[in-house]
């Protein structure tokens, strides 16, 4: 019995997601690798700020690959993008596993930081491309879930080398197991088929029919929605190549494009203020400072990430259910909410007054934060920017809001050991302020954008006021738009011929045929 089309699509996605698995494994290794004596032998003794660049030199090479990835993934295509990610990426951890002083960390986490960055910008960007409106949610968070596995996975290695091996291995063997995810995916990726709005985007109409066909129908070039869907993506792109053929213009030059831009960058940058980074990178000194040695903060963090991993399960089972809006508004207040109490605890209960209770409380509030990001906030930061914007200018905008997220991942990771030294516990405050602050906003500006398809998100933005509670606008169930595009009910953008599109999308599927 052949899988039905969505879970072929769906496998798709999760396949190409797995280069998130080396985004989340490499993000939480690096807290078991810093403390291991050999390393910091190795690596010449390096104080708070040194440390602080091993972690950030990662973010650091993520930002520098947003500068090109969105321009290659528009020449040579997403799969083509995403295996010349792999191999940026195996480069970088190879140096790092092979490193021979903070000088091999610095250029190794560089580099690898490349390859992550165009992995978790690509991965996102392709499966929006091939998912039909009503599952394009659980596709994206995708993303979100492979990182929480490489979370998870890292954390459990991490612990079982820190205390059972010694040495050089201590820390070599946890950074050269980061390898293996991208393995396969650098092999297998060219078997995927390619985005269908990336091959109409480059006049191969025969061709985004054929996918089409092959992600949403059994391959079957007639059935109803697969012609009705072409027929809008190559209305949409023949109307953006009417409009402009400079995709950068246009993202800063076309209001309703500016908008979506500022609330993609504006979602990236209020991830970090969420302090989700902080926890994940610098958890041993967090819990230190409430009185929980190191290795008893690595076994806590195993824990911590099987809990991500169960937010990052629910949010993919609700996201087309409940929507994008009303989810991460709800989990940055409540992110906001965990901060607070946990700022109090190690506030009132530092580590010298050796209070158990207090601890544990405080170890719950972590979870908590964590079981509130993963379910609400960290999957949703991805999958909304690769939503929002035109086959013309997606690739290039999600570059932007991608490097955002790495510029402030940085910051923070720069920031937290000198704030640590500085301000102490004070320094949670700002994360406490910030998630109610990140949820007035996005209640304020982010509109709702489920089971929209792609080629009507122009019109819809251009209909969204900027200020969106109240306004009453129409969001269509995916369900029922893929079952209006059966009956033909197109949304051709204004401007777009209509017959033109027609009498040519006929004409493609009897040249297929």
């Known amino acids: 019995m052949p899988l039905s089309p969505k879970v072929y699509t769906w496998l798709c996605g999760f396949f190409a ?34 440390q602080g660049l091993v972690v950030g030199c990662l973010l650091l090479g993520a930002f520098a690959s947003n500068i090109y990835v969105g321009s290659l ?34 250029g190794g986490r560089f580099l690898a930081g490349m390859g992550i960055g165009m992995l978790a910008m690509l991965a996102p960007l392709y499966q929006a491309e091939i998912a039909h409106p009503s599952i394009r949610g659980r596709l994206t968070t995708l993303q979100q879930f492979m990182l929480g596995i490489g979370a998870l996975i890292a954390s459990f ?31 297998f990726i060219l078997l995927l088929p390619e985005s269908p709005r990336y091959l109409a985007m480059k006049g191969r109409n025969d061709e985004a029919l054929q996918v089409l066909a092959r992600l949403h129908a059994h391959g079957d070039i007639h059935d109803a929605f697969v012609v009705n869907e072409h027929k809008e993506i190559l209305a949409q792109v023949r109307i953006e190549q009417q409009e402009t053929r400079d995709a950068w213009a246009q993202l ?26 902080v926890i994940q990178y610098y958890a041993p000194r967090i819990f230190e400072s409430i009185g929980i040695d190191t290795s008893t903060t690595l076994g806590l963090q195993s824990g911590n990430s099987v809990i991500a991993l169960i937010g990052e399960a629910l949010c993919i089972w609700y996201i087309d259910r409940l929507g994008r809006r009303r989810p991460f508004i709800w989990g940055n207040a409540l992110s906001g909410l965990t901060f607070v109490i946990g700022t109090i605890l190690i506030a009132v209960f530092p580590a010298e007054k050796g209070n158990q209770n207090a601890s544990r ?41 991608s490097s955002a997220a790495w510029i402030s991942n940085f910051m923070i990771a720069q920031v937290t050991p000198v704030a640590f030294d500085h301000v102490g516990w004070k320094y949670y405050l700002v994360f406490a302020i910030c998630g109610f602050t990140n949820a007035l906003f996005f209640w304020a500006f982010l509109p709702e954008t489920k089971g929209i398809p792609l080629e009507e998100l122009d019109a819809y933005f251009e209909t969204v006021p900027l200020f969106v ?19 033909g009910k197109i949304m051709v953008p204004e401007g777009a011929e209509t017959e033109d599109v027609y009498e040519k999308d006929k004409a493609v599927i009897e040249h297929v045929a």
């Open 17 to 50: 997601a797995l280069g998130s698995v080396t985004f989340g494994y490499d993000l939480g290794i690096i807290a078991s690798v810093l403390p291991a004596p050999d390393f910091i032998a190795t690596t010449g003794n390096p104080d708070s700020t040194a």
């Open 469 to 487: 509670p109240g306004s009453k606008v129409y969001v269509p169930d995916g369900e029922t738009r893929e079952e209006e595009l059966r009956q």
């Open 73 to 106: 993934a528009d020449h040579v295509g997403r799969r083509a993008a995403i295996l010349a990610g792999c191999l940026v990426f195996l480069l970088g951890g190879s140096i790092q596993a092979a490193a021979q002083s903070i000088r091999y960390m610095y």
């Open 157 to 187: 290695i991490g612990y079982g080398c820190f205390h059972g091996l010694t040495g050089q291995a201590q820390w070599r063997v946890p950074l050269a197991i980061q390898l293996l995810p991208a393995v396969p995916l650098a092999f």
């Open 252 to 277: 800063f030059l076309v209001k309703s494009n500016f908008r979506r831009l500022v609330l993609g960058i504006a979602i990236q940058f209020s991830i970090q203020m969420t302090g989700v980074s």
């Open 361 to 401: 409380a405080f170890v719950a509030m972590t979870w908590l934060f964590n079981l509130v990001f993963s379910s609400c906030c960290g999957p949703l930061s991805w999958a909304i920017p690769v939503e929002m914007f035109n086959s013309a200018t997606r690739a290039k905008a999600t570059a932007i809001t």
